[in-house]
């Protein structure tokens, strides 16, 4: 579904343009408070994280539309799936939730690693981007408590360039804004200076025919994704990406959201407007023959 409005407009390309931008005041602060709430128990209880890239000092959990009912109203905002699918539109039908993931960056953290997220994925270097991140602070994120930093224009053709040509800039914000960054984007967590921990939220939408960081299918089984709205059950998989992708016995995974997709089903096509058009001239030409 693509988003006409010239607020989407203005961001993505803002977005196209720098390789990042900051949102104000997407949703409301007592909203990002409530959902803050709703995970401290799993911040309490998640171990640190093991790894250099993930960082020893930080904690990280993912299946955030599993644990706060609140999480949905970000990961589903009307404004961020506008940009989003403005910006990964030219490389695939259906954009997909490619995680959600709290990350708590506890004090005397270092800096993490600058890295573009989207290597996580061997493709082209610089033409495609295959992927939109969205970072939701918890609490206040500042430049002293390990805000994530953003490299402005290293993206795109710029990630084959041997030299950064931009010095970084710390994400400062408030709860209820946003940093959203392309794929392609250098980036990290930023060094925790202070004695508070730094909480916040990765959410992030890939192109709908990539094999998606977060395993969507187990962290949002049939039972759970039922009770989503039929655009986030789409988001998490429950849709196919045209022709034929993430199908269930040949037909649309939502199905398995209802009572049916117990007994056996006909493989129905699921094909592109100019698929399609090939298809039936061939099968017409067999008819006639
Ligand atoms: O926590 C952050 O600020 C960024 C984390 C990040 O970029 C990552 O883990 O890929
Ligand atoms: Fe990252």
Known sequence: MIRFSSTVDRWAARLRRDGYCIIPD??????????????????????????GFYGETTKRFGRLLARSAHAASLVEHDLVLGIVERILAPWCDRIQLNVTQAIAVHPGAPAQMPHRDQDMW??????IEYLVNVIWPLRAFTAENGATTIWPNSHGAAALEPELKSAPVAAAMPPGAALLFLGSTLH???????????????????LGWLKPYENQWLAYPPDVARHFS?????????RQHRPNLGNYEGQC??????????????????????????????VEAQRRA
């Open 230 to 238: 039929p655009e986030l059950a789409g988001l998490v998989g429950y």
């Open 122 to 127: 061997r493709g082209a270097i610089g033409e």
């Open 253 to 282: 995974p939502s199905i398995l959201l209802g009572d049916a997709g117990q007994e056996p089903l006909p493989a129905i096509d699921a094909l592109r407007p100019d698929q399609q058009v090939l298809i039936a001239d061939f």
């Open 188 to 206: 990290g967590a930023g060094a925790n200076r202070t004695d508070e921990v730094r909480r916040g939220l990765v959410v992030g939408y890939a």
């Open 26 to 51: 997407l949703l409301p602060r007592d909203e990002i408070a409530a959902l803050d709430a709703d995970l401290d128990g799993a911040f309490a209880e998640t171990p640190f994280c093991q790894g």
